[in-house]
């Protein structure tokens, strides 16, 4: 399962910011608070945890690892039994999903006939 930590810095990382950047737009005195924040030897007090929030435009509970949804609020029709399988996922499979961002048609492709073969798969593995 993901920690907040790893959350931190894929959120960080996924906007392009460096740690020193992050500290800076967070008004912090060093860039090692982030490194302390992603190893997990500190924890940021509650204004700063919304002010993380707030920088990566998700929910305090994406952010502390409460939920694998980004923002509630975009997602109000959300298929309940999409949200199942996000969750049966958990964080650290479902994370990877939002590396996918900008896929080819290609890629599109190859992702859509991996899924297919996890599907015949068990689906075999099931019928012995």
Known sequence: ???FGERLRYL???KGLKQA???????LESS???SQYETLNRIPDAHILQKMADIFDCSLD???VRTNIL????????????T???QELGPDLTLHFYDLKGMTDDEKKDLKSFLQFLKIRREQKGGE
Do not use: F, V, W
């Open 12 to 14: 960080r990382e996924g």
């Open 71 to 82: 923002k509630e609020a975009d997602y109000p029709n959300l298929d309940h039994e999409l």
């Open 62 to 64: 994406y952010l502390l």
């Open 84 to 86: 199942q399988i996000m």
């Open 1 to 3: 399962m993901a920690t």
């Open 21 to 27: 950047e992050l500290a800076k737009l967070l008004k």
């Open 32 to 34: 090692s608070t982030i």
